[in-house]
């Protein structure tokens, strides 16, 4: 079977179409002008802003011009992320799906149902001839992965519909009506490097294994942070022997656990079996932890050239003793929402930028907007701490659960019809648009779902195929209730 054999064939049409054309964050030009050439084969009217969002109208089904206007919404872009045994380039390279028993997955990268399938589910409304509906909006938004900036950019009167299905969420039979709004900070640490003591050998200590995750979404699973356990090593192994430490790295995504991380390290030429056995130890204690959540997590010592240059003793202090301080996970439960995390911190990434900066980058999500900004302050204060330079962008603003909705009304009311039992009615603590639109739209009444999702972020991506049916008949049976 190939995956335009699935059903419903409309939907999985166009998201193999999708899958072909690379749209990594801020890079959505190609897709762009997928969309821009299929409005005009179907006549449809488009226009686009100058963020890049992309709106397609279409009028009403003949009988169907008295319901209020619809608008469909998803984001155009994916989070790029590979295995490192894995040679694609997201910038050319489409993505190879793979049908794997009830799920579809792609072969070591993501897979880009997120939120490719929400895409694909609104394209294939407006391009149908089959889908009954009223005046019909479908809003495309760009680089909403990595600052929601098409959202954030959207102008009043883009849009005419005052109601809104956000189609991006990740688990089928579940309608959600509230979403935590999210801040990152930013800590840079300048440094000027020194010469690489000649006499030492040099190792590379690896995490690898992990399955990662979505920040928001799998924060409350307790999952290995690579960052987190490299540097806990690290700081045991200070404690037991003096090493020089050359270079750290780990992670890549604001909104993704980190999966991998590394470290090179200078030891002299006694020391290494202890620092062997150390590590040994060290991971038969991870393993242990992780056992339930990450069972396939791997500690490595390897050889490696000798580097140009090493940090300062005083930085590998500096940075290894504020990473291990950074908190990381959940902070906070809701009061209110059962089982719902409120407040959470992601130690996202250790990246160096040239020979003389190293810089830490993490992300705060909450329900409430004091809270984010109290956590966002404590990360900020470990890293002051350390003489780190500390940065926190504009961040976005959450999406407060409206009791009153009268689409989450109907959306129940027809999920009872067609399944015979109720749909749940959520909040998330991943960041949806919803909240940005809300803020340019003050009267937008709003729900958000779709089909069953996993590992969302990680190249374990996958999509419950058989919930894409049922998202399909969920979304066209709401469009002729109102």
């Known amino acids: 079977m190939i995956i335009n054999d699935l059903e419903p064939k409309v939907v999985w049409k166009y998201f193999h179409e999708i899958t072909q054309i690379p749209r ?17 084969a179907k006549g449809l009217a488009i226009k686009k802003d100058a963020a890049g969002n992309l709106c397609l109208s279409k009028p009403a089904t003949k009988g169907y011009e008295r319901l209020p206007t619809i608008v ?24 190879r799906t793979v049908i794997d028993g009830e799920w579809l997955r792609a072969e070591g990268t993501t897979l880009g149902a997120d939120n490719g ?52 969420s990740e688990d089928e039979g579940q309608i959600f009506v509230g979403c935590a709004g999210g801040k990152g900070t930013i800590a840079t640490f300048d440094f000027s490097p020194v010469a690489a003591p000649a006499s030492l050998q040099y190792f590379q200590i690896t995490v690898t294994g992990l399955n990662g995750g979505h920040s928001g979404c799998d924060i409350h699973k307790g999952l290995g942070n690579a960052n987190k356990l490299l540097v806990r090593f690290l700081y045991r192994l200070r404690e037991e022997c003096d090493f020089t430490l050359a ?18 390290i ?23 932890e992780l056992r339930r959540v990450d069972p396939n997590v791997r500690l490595l010592m390897e050889s490696t050239d000798a580097p140009a240059t090493v ?34 911190t992601n130690l996202a990434s250790i990246k160096a930028i040239g020979d003389a900066q190293i810089v830490v980058g993490t992300s705060q999500r909450s ?17 002051h701490l350390a003489g780190a330079k500390v940065t926190h962008g504009d961040g976005y603003p959450g999406w407060a659960p409206n009791p009153d909705s009268k689409i989450l009304k109907t959306a129940q009311e027809s999920y009872r019809q067609l399944f ?15 909240g940005l639109f809300l803020a340019k739209y003050p009267d937008m009444d709003m729900i958000s779902f779709g089909p069953t999702m996993r590992a969302v972020h990680s190249p374990d991506e996958r999509i419950e195929i058989s919930t894409v049916a049922l998202f399909w008949q969920h979304l066209t049976d709401i469009l002729i209730k109102l």
């Open 420 to 434: 015979g039992r109720e749909p749940q009615i959520m909040a998330i603590h991943a960041g949806l648009e919803c």
């Open 311 to 344: 940090l300062t003793n005083e930085l590998r202090d500096r940075l290894i003793n504020s990473l291990l301080a950074c908190p990381h996970g959940v902070v906070t439960m809701s009061h209110d929402i059962e089982g719902l995390v409120e407040t959470s």
């Open 266 to 288: 200078g030891l002299s030429a006694d020391k290494r079996e202890q620092v062997r056995v150390l590590l040994n130890n060290f991971a038969a204690d991870i393993e242990n």
């Open 72 to 95: 469909l919404q998803a984001h155009l872009d994916m989070v790029c992320e590979k295995n490192n045994d894995v040679v694609h380039d997201f910038d050319r390279d489409p993505i």
């Open 367 to 383: 329900s409430l907007d004091s809270s984010k900004i109290a956590v966002a302050d404590q990360v900020a204060a470990v890293f």
């Open 24 to 40: 990594p964050s801020k890079k959505e030009g190609k897709i762009i002008e997928y969309i821009e050439r299929l409005a005009a």
């Open 117 to 168: 399938i929400g895409v694909a589910a609104a394209l294939a409304v407006i391009c149908s001839s089959d889908v009954k509906h009223g005046p019909l909006e479908c809003l495309f938004t760009v680089d909403e992965e990595t600052g929601l900036t098409g959202a954030n950019a959207l102008k009043e009167g883009f849009l005419t519909g005052k109601i809104l299905l956000n189609l991006d």
């Open 247 to 264: 270079k750290i790295q780990g992670g890549n995504l604001h909104n993704a656990i980190a999966r991998e991380a590394s470290a090179v």
